[in-house]
């Protein structure tokens, strides 16, 4: 009986355990995949992991910062052209 029951039940646990994993994992790809578009000069897209994903503060984190230095190198570029306009 013992053996039975451990042949139907691998199968679940197999599974549950591959849906364990890709909501740890998954949300580490994307963010990587994000971070090496930005490095290479695409336009940003905010992150968002699904709603069964970990890391969600990881995610907003991440766009807090984003923002922020967008924000800077565009009050940088702002200052610079006044600068200019004003010389």
Do not use: C
């Amino acid at each position: 009986p013992f053996l039975l029951m451990l042949f139907f039940l691998l199968p679940v646990f197999i599974v549950d355990t591959i849906k364990l994993s890709h909501r740890f994992a998954g949300p580490i790809y994307r963010l990587r995949n994000t971070i090496r578009k930005m490095a290479q000069g695409e336009p940003y897209q905010p992150v968002k992991f699904r709603e069964v994903d970990f890391w969600h503060g990881l995610a907003e984190d991440f766009n807090q910062m984003v923002e922020r230095i967008s924000a800077k190198e565009t009050d940088a570029v702002l200052k610079g052209i006044l600068a200019k306009l004003t010389a």
